[in-house]
């Protein structure tokens, strides 16, 4: 290949250096962490500031001040505002959320729409301002993944960066939301990008870090919920917390099945899906105000033992039978905060037991409450680790670390193995195959750029061309010419033989005339007329990784891909078939 062509190449990859580049994607991490968090602060202004400017709440979460019929009526006004802007809107558009962002992610490699970035904001906002009884977690992590992938389409990133750099999105997203920096990589890593990996970890941690120092500034240093200090007083309570990870295992069965029950009605108008769920809220809303919103000033008294176990009981019962509606019918709001929610009552209602059941050894409510938190949350979401992080981040105590592996490990087994239940999302993707978690090659292939295994020895030509071409081709010494036009592939020693046998005749017809017809040299060689084998080409943008590349061709049924620039296929920069894949995978440098 001469200088020239390869300065060419180089000057062609510039504009997708920057994603083949760990530093270049820490920096880009940063950014996105800042502007991930900075909308996460805005999302959560818009929501707190009306409620305690314009109502008569003490904080954001006081419903309970409200009078019952202004309660109602904010519910039925924000139900009726959301049926009104979702009910025009094509499926697709009125995909939100977790969901969403995983769909989007494996089917499209973390290319999120403007459009559904734009509504899960607002629809979002109205659902909490409106007091519905759902979460800001699950609309916090598609603003962030989607904030995310807004920039890396910016930078035009490769697809396996872009992938990457949603997961930032999504780290400093749940950071800035509960102040927990190490929670936010786990949950990028455990629940979104479904791998742990090395090149993952810098940039997500990156992201999650400035999330966190955003939230700190703005909101403080607290974290989401107010922990008291407590501690499993002796080994002897052990029986008892696998009591509760056995109950927590039981509650997150209940709170799925409850999802399955409730998408049988998706069939429904959605004015009745929705507007059921809004009466049924305001209903309940009459007799258990704290039902209405996140619902975290509940877990804090939970944690701290002031509400009563028949409270505690209809409370867990009300949040997970809406929790489970609104998500199933797909309400723009989160199920991560209800889970959350339903544990903290359901711990807190074991542990006010255990003060019956052994009044002489006194226990710890907050204890239970935490532990029973974050066995809902890990057996839910199937995200163990996350929860079990986001525990220790958001107690400060080492000692809960072994407790709350007990209880949430057993509640995950429950889950999982004796009711063979999958995690939340999937059941709210229908079981959607691409939700599920990838093999060790898959995973390899998605996070290798496809330039790595492409050949760039390669020449564009015409079907036809001139003897005069055909030597100055053959001077380069490319591998591979390329009948863009035909979309057809033929190796360049194919033309070499084509020539030494078109010169030997040409010899043996002028060997009696002693000289050459300059017409006759001058005489176009047809590509696709001479002998030598021909592959059919396919073509993918240079932002594609291997698993976009192995998916085309089997969908195609080609072995060949041309990879272009961009979009416009303006400029061939390489080709890359199975085979180069295979050896790339085989024989990848540890």
């Known amino acids: 290949m001469s200088p020239l062509r390869q300065l060419l190449q180089q000057h062609w990859l510039t504009h997708v250096t920057l994603s083949n580049n760990q530093i270049g994607l820490a920096l880009l991490s940063l950014l996105v962490g800042l502007a991930s968090a900075g909308v996460i602060t805005l999302f959560r202004f818009a929501i707190e500031l009306p409620l305690v400017e314009f109502l008569p709440m003490d904080s954001e979460e006081d419903y309970e001040a409200l009078a019952p019929f202004l309660r109602v009526t904010l519910l039925l006004a924000g139900g009726a505002l959301l049926i009104a802007i979702f009910h025009p809107l094509s499926k697709e558009l009125r995909s939100l959320g977790v969901g969403h962002v995983l769909l989007r992610m494996e089917r499209h490699q973390g290319y999120m729409p403007l459009p559904n970035l734009l509504l899960q904001w607002f629809a979002a906002v109205i659902a909490l301002l409106s007091g519905h009884s759902v979460g800001r977690e699950g609309p916090a992590v598609h603003l962030g993944a989607g904030t995310a992938s807004q920039v890396g389409q910016h930078f035009h990133l490769a697809h396996h960066r872009l992938r990457i750099l949603a997961g930032c999105g999504v780290a400093s997203a749940i950071s800035a939301s509960f102040n927990t920096p190490m929670a936010g990589v786990i949950f990028a890593m455990e629940v979104v990008l479904l791998e742990y990996s090395i090149r993952g970890f810098i940039p997500i941690i990156l992201a999650s870090v400035a999330g966190a120092i955003v939230s700190e500034a703005v909101f403080g240093a607290e974290t989401a919920f107010v922990v008291p200090a407590f501690d499993m007083k002796s080994l002897l309570e052990i029986p008892y917390i696998l009591a509760l990870g056995l109950m927590a295992g039981l509650t997150a069965t209940a709170f799925i099945h409850s999802i399955k029950l409730f998408q049988k009605f998706n069939h429904l108008p959605l004015w009745i899906k929705w507007g059921g769920l809004t009466c049924t809220t305001a209903i309940a809303s009459l007799w258990l105000p704290q039902l209405m919103g996140i619902g975290y000033d509940t877990v804090n008294d939970a944690l701290a033992g002031k509400v009563v176990v028949l409270t505690l009981f209809a409370l867990m019962v009300g949040k997970l039978w809406l929790a489970a509606w609104a998500a199933a019918t797909g309400f723009p709001g989160g199920l991560i905060g209800p889970s959350l929610f339903v544990g903290a009552a359901l711990g807190g ?115 036809h061309i001139s003897h005069d071409s055909a030597e100055l081709i053959l001077r380069d010494r490319p591998e591979w010419l390329l009948l863009e036009k035909e979309n057809l592939l033929l190796s360049t020693a194919d033309l070499a033989l084509a020539m030494v046998h078109d010169a030997e005749q040409r010899n043996e017809r002028h060997a009696g005339i002693g000289h050459e017809d300059e017409h006759e040299h001058q005489a176009t060689l047809d590509l696709i007329a001479m002998p030598g084998d021909r592959e059919e080409v396919g073509r993918i943008s240079l932002k594609a990784n291997l698993q976009d590349a192995l998916d085309q061709m089997q969908a195609s049924q080609l072995q060949w891909l041309a990879v272009y620039r961009d979009a416009s296929e303006q400029q061939c920069v390489g080709v890359v078939s199975r085979e180069h894949i295979e050896h790339f995978y085989r024989y990848q440098p540890n």
């Open 349 to 463: 209602i074991l542990g006010q037991l255990s003060a019956w059941w052994l009044p002489e050894y006194p226990v710890s409510v907050g204890f239970y409450a935490m532990l029973g938190m974050c066995a809902m949350m890990g057996a839910t979401l199937r995200a163990p680790l996350a929860a079990l992080v986001a525990m220790l981040e958001l107690t400060a105590n080492p000692n809960i670390i072994m407790p709350g592996m007990l209880a949430i490990v057993v509640a995950s087994l429950v889950v999982s193995e004796i009711f063979q239940l999958p995690s939340v999302f999937q059941v709210l993707m229908g079981g959607n195959p691409l939700a599920q978690t990838p093999s060790p090659v898959q995973q390899m292939l998605r996070n290798t750029w496809v330039a790595q295994a492409m050949s760039r020895d390669i020449t564009c030509v015409d079907r």
